[in-house]
């Protein structure tokens, strides 16, 4: 608190990261960043972007690298939106496409800066309970709405939603923006990007940060009409003409251009994820069945936060969120190389035989 802060930022609840330790040999599974990384092509734009040009703003457009999303997924550039990540993009998409005469409705168990963002910009909210397996029941979003919105698959658990179900939603509100965040749709969920060019309220939000190994160089973005694209950048020029620098717009073009790199990481980490799910299964362990580059997982007599302890001083990093109720009792874990999940699983044989 302090004198000097304006009265809303005493009220705000900032979401707290997943830790970056400064430590190095640790076997970091926490904040579902790829253990691949980037193409080579990515990284050679990205060199090839530092040069002289640095003295100039980037293009306030972005429009050769919507140009290539466009393209990656057969849609006019009109209908791709760019920003400095996808919590950026997000955050412009609550601003500008959400109402606030009635709540946003996502559910109690999703990406935490959802709740955040409605605070941040006055919109009150309804959180949906997800069935005691998990899964979303979609017939219980009903009712008055300034917005919807579903991560898919799911934050935090994993597990993704047809587009059946998706498509019944946007039947159901016709009259405010959905918004399908696809952060992990690479990892086996259904994206519903045609879907944008049938239903003129459906916004999907991606990031480069998970399935691209991107997570360093913020670039996020949305596809739907160009009537919210056009919202979406009333709100980003009244904020920040330029939140994509030379550097991330060349790294970004060369990455949604590499699909054969995309494949082959995401891929190995669908094989890794399978496995590590059997194997944490043959230690008694629950794993929801995920769709993402991570699991969630509970055993039934070791304690989640116990676990979470004993395996960060092994110098295994995972994922718990204690405070969030129905997951205290959950680890969420990034998958890695099989390297990693190996020690995680050494790691947990350790502690699990004390
Ligand atoms: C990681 C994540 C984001 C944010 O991604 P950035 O592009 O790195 O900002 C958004 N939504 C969900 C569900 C995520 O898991």
């Known amino acids: 608190m302090s004198l000097f802060w304006n009265k809303h930022v005493h009220a705000l609840q900032p979401y707290i990261p997943g ?4 430590m190095t040999n640790l076997v970091k599974l926490n904040t579902n960043e790829s253990p691949y990384g980037p193409s080579p092509r990515v990284l050679e734009a990205i060199a090839k972007s530092a040069d002289d040009t640095l003295r100039l703003y980037p293009d306030p457009t972005a429009l050769s690298l919507r140009q290539a999303i466009g393209a990656s997924f057969n849609v006019p550039v009109e209908c791709v939106f760019t920003g400095n990540g996808s919590d950026e993009v997000l955050a412009h998409a609550f601003r500008a496409l959400f109402k606030d005469d009635a709540p946003i409705l996502f559910s109690d168990v999703t990406y935490g800066f959802y709740p955040i963002y409605c605070q ?20 219980d979003y009903e009712g008055p709405s300034g917005g919807v919105i579903i991560a898919n698959p799911n934050a935090n658990t994993g597990i993704s939603l047809p587009l059946s179900a998706i498509e019944s939603l946007l039947q159901r509100f016709t009259e405010q923006t959905v918004i399908i965040d696809e952060a992990y749709v690479d990892f086996g969920g259904e994206s519903a990007i045609a879907l ?12 480069f940060s998970k399935s691209s190994g991107l997570a360093g160089l913020r670039v996020g973005y949305a596809i739907g009409s160009p009537e919210l694209i056009d919202g979406l950048t009333r709100v980003k020029d009244s904020f920040n003409s330029y939140p994509l620098s030379r550097p991330a717009l060349a790294g ?12 082959q990481t995401t891929k190995r980490i669908i094989a890794t994820r399978e496995r590590t799910t059997q194997e944490l299964a043959k230690r008694g362990f629950e794993v929801l069945p995920s769709s993402a580059n991570f699991i969630l997982a509970h055993h039934p007599t070791h304690a989640a936060q116990e676990l979470f302890t004993s395996l960060r001083e092994r ?12 997951i205290s ?25 004390d």
């Open 329 to 353: 009792d959950w680890l969420r874990i990034t998958i890695g190389t099989d390297e990693e999940m190996n020690a995680l699983l050494t790691a947990l044989d350790a502690i699990m035989a």
């Open 120 to 139: 941040m910009f006055g919109l009150d909210y309804r959180s949906i309970a997800l069935r005691d397996d998990f899964t979303i029941a979609p017939a």
């Open 315 to 326: 110098a295994v990093i995972v994922r718990y969120q204690g405070s969030s109720a129905r």
């Open 19 to 22: 830790e970056q330790p400064r």
């Open 252 to 263: 970004a073009e060369a990455s949604i251009k590499d699909e054969a790199w995309l494949q």
């Open 196 to 207: 944008t060019q049938r239903y003129t309220n459906l916004l999907v939000v991606r990031t």
